[in-house]
C-alpha cells in the first residue's frame, strides 16, 4: 500500500510556482518532471480521444508489462515526451495526479482545473499489430518509444536470485510471477527481433535509433559473459539490415570488463554504452542495490565506466541514477539539499573522467522494497536536472545518444539543446 500525502500542495511550490522560480529552465522539461512525478489520469473524453489503433498502449519493457488499454506515454508541443506515467505506473497517486482533459476540442494537461500545456498520445508504431513468422504480435517482441526500438533481451535479473539480492526501487522481481502466469518470455528469441526490426523500419522516418537493455545476467567464464553473449548474437543478425558497421544504437548494460567493453564495441557495432550506478554514494549504494555492490562494488562501477570512455569515446557513455532515491529513509540523506550536494559533486568526480549523469523520476512502486518511500519535491528534481545538465555542459560532455530526441526519460538530457 502506497502512502497519499494530503497537505502536500501546502508543504511545496507548485507547478506554476516553479516555472517562475527557473525562468532558464524549460517550462515544458518541468512540467514533464511533475507529470512522471505525479502521474496523470484521464477524463472520459479524453478517454473517448483515445484509440488502441492508433495509440501506442503496450510494448515490451524491462520494468513493467504494458499492454492494457492506457497511453504509454505522452508528448508535449516540443517534443517532450511524458514516459508512461499513467497514475497505475507513476506513483500511484502519492500526490494527486495530472488531469488529461479536452477543453475546447483540444487534448490538454490540467491540474485542478487549470489548463497547463496541449498534449497529445503517442502514435502505435505500424509493426506492432503483426505477427512474427512463430505467430506472436511483434509489440511482444520489440518495444518502442516515439522515435526509438526498445529491445529488452531479457526480462530476469540474476541478482535477484539471491534474497534480498534486487535493487530496492526494481519493480523486476515483483513482475517474475505476471510473466509467468501471463506467459511473457523471460528471454527473447533473437530471429523474432530481427523479424519484427525489419518489419519496424518499413515505416520510414519513425526510428532513428536503438536502445537495448536487460535484466543483469551473472554467467560466464568472466562475470557478465553471457549477457555481452546475447547482444554479440542479437547485433550479428541485426548488422545484415544496414550498410554501415557502426549502427546507432545504446546499451544499457551491466558493468562490463574493458575486455568486454572491447568485445562490444567491436562485435556489434553499438556506439554508446551506459551502466547505472543509481545512486551516486557508496554506502547508500551498498543500502539500495545490494547485488551491484556485492559482485561489483561502487568504486570498480566507476573505474568501468572511465574504461569504457576509452573504448566508445567521450561523449558516448553516461550512467543513470534515480533521481531522489538517496533520500529513502532511513539511511539517505535527510535533507533535499544535502542529496543535490552531494550528487553534484559526484556528478562532477565523473565528468572530470569524460562520464555524464542522467537522472530519472524515481517511480515508487508496489511490490518494491521501497513501496512505502516518498519521492522528493517537484523543485529538487528541477534543481537535480540543471546541475547535472550544467556539470555535463561545463566538462563537454556530449549526450546526443541519450537526448529527448533518442529516450525522452531523463530530464536533466532533455535539456540537451541547442
Ligand atoms: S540491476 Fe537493479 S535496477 Fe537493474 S534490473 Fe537488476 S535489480 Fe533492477
Known sequence: MTIKLENWRKEELGINDVIKKYP?????????????RRGYALSDKARELFDPDIHQSKGRTVFINRENINPSGLILRDGTLIVGSYTEEANFGIRDPYLVDVVNGKLVLTDQGEVLEEVEYWRKPHFFDKLTSKGNPM???????PQRFDIALNKHCHFWDKPGGGCKYCTIGSLAKENKDKNISNLLDIDEVFEAVQEGLKQKGRF?????????????????????????????????????NKIHAQIVGSAYSKKQLEVLRDKTGVISYTTDLEVLNPKLFEWICPGKAEFVGYNEWKKRLYDAV????????????????????????????????????????????????????WHVSPGTYFHNQIPPSLEYYVQLSKGLNDIREAYGIDVYFDDYRRCGNHPSSDLARI
Open 310 to 361: 576509452e573504448v566508445f569515446g567521450k561523449g558516448n557513455v553516461n550512467t543513470g541514477i534515480v533521481g531522489g532515491v538517496d533520500l529513502a529513509q532511513p539511511y539517505g540523506y535527510k535533507t533535499e539539499a544535502e542529496s543535490l550536494k552531494a550528487n553534484f559533486a559526484e556528478a562532477e568526480e565523473l565528468a572530470k573522467h569524460g562520464v555524464s549523469v542522467i537522472n530519472s523520476v
Open 139 to 145: 509489440w511482444q517482441i520489440v518495444g518502442s518509444r
Open 24 to 36: 532558464d529552465v524549460s517550462r515544458f522539461v518541468i512540467l514533464k518532471t511533475d507529470v512522471q
Open 208 to 244: 532513428t535509433t536503438f536502445c537495448l537493455t536487460m535484466g543483469s545476467i551473472l554467467t560466464g567464464e568472466e562475470l557478465f559473459d553471457h549477457e555481452i553473449q546475447l547482444y554479440v548474437d542479437l547485433f550479428s543478425k541485426l548488422k545484415k539490415l544496414f550498410k554501415e
